[in-house]
């Protein structure tokens, strides 16, 4: 799909909540991401703001979390599309322990790798 958002570390930027309000300029859709981020990540200090996302490819506005995500900072050093494209992707310790949280997202640049 043309639109699809792949960031970095396999997550669908475009499929993301915050991204979805952010794009609809939806300040009370981010408000309830904030709050439902709030209470699933045990982090009082979400705002609107701090999820406020363009995906972490592009745009001016990127959710909190890409200032301190290694992962993207890593994509970012190598210059690659996503993590998909690097050649250190099967040795990756970053990747390996995101894959552990996030299953789905190893499945997404699987798919990417297979049809490179």
């Known amino acids: 799909m043309e639109d699809t958002i792949i960031a970095y570390c396999g997550l669908v930027c475009s499929s993301c909540p915050a991204y979805t309000a952010t794009q609809a300029?939806?300040?009370i859709a981010l408000e309830q991401v904030a709050a439902q981020w709030r209470e699933e990540y045990h982090a009082p200090n979400i705002t609107i703001e701090s999820v406020m996302?363009?995906?972490?490819?592009?745009?001016?506005h990127?959710?909190?979390?890409?200032?301190?995500?290694?992962?993207?900072?890593?994509?970012?050093?190598?210059?690659?599309?996503?993590?998909?494209?690097?050649v250190d992707y099967n040795t990756c310790e970053k990747l390996q322990g995101?894959?552990?949280?996030?299953?789905?997202?190893?499945?997404?640049?699987?798919?990417?790798?297979?049809?490179l």
Do not use: Y
């Open 98 to 115: 995101f894959f552990v949280m996030v299953p789905s997202a190893r499945s997404t640049l699987e798919a990417i790798r297979s049809a």
């Open 53 to 60: 996302c363009d995906g972490c490819l592009t745009g001016p």
């Open 25 to 27: 300029n939806a300040p």
């Open 62 to 86: 990127k959710c909190s979390h890409c200032a301190e995500c290694d992962i993207r900072s890593c994509g970012v050093t190598h210059g690659v599309a996503n993590c998909a494209h690097c």
